[in-house]
């Protein structure tokens, strides 16, 4: 297995990818954005994306989007190939995917907004924190990228200031995170819920 930055030598895996995308997206019914394979492939040929390659076979996927003129920086479209779950491949992809991102923009804060509460706890321990959408990118483009989401709704209805999906920072001019206090898959559930009480309730209205 080898987890590399993937470059245009890699496009013919564009498909296969968006085909894992999509399937994850209708087995967990939210928090992840289909995306096409030109996109994908743009992706590759700019070098922000991450692919795991078991020999030539695709094992898993991440790439990197840039907003507010590199200010921030997203890592996006996490992804592991169902033949390769459970072997904590998505924990090196997003090492990987991470340590590419402050190489590439040393300056910029890196952030996610996601549902998965595999993908919070690996945020926490990179030295991510929870912060409400208000200190995310402004940026209306990468909002817009949440209408393939099926709670697109819930974000309209709070003037994008929040949603079921929970938003993290990790910001490099802090210095606490040198030392992240982690955060327990216990907090995180319990947050889930309480946000899926709220707007699912107020949903049935």
Known sequence: MKIIIADQTHTAYAQ??????EKAAQTRGTGIARR????????MEKGNAVIALDKNKFAGFCYIETWSHGKFVAN??????PDYRGQGLAKKIKQCVFEHSRTKFPNAKIFSITTGLAVMKLNSNLGYTPVTFSELTKDQTFWDGCQTCKNFDVLKRTQQSMCLCTGM?????????TTPKKITTKAFTRLKSIKQSLFLKNKKK
Do not use: M, Q, R, W
Not at 16 to 21: G, H, M, P, R
Not at 76 to 81: F, Y
Not at 169 to 177: A, E, F, R, V
């Open 16 to 21: 296969v990818i968006c085909d894992t995308i």
């Open 169 to 177: 920072l990790y910001d490099p001019h802090t210095k606490s995170n």
């Open 36 to 43: 096409k394979p030109e996109y994908i492939i743009s992706k």
């Open 76 to 81: 996006s479209g996490l992804i592991v190939h």
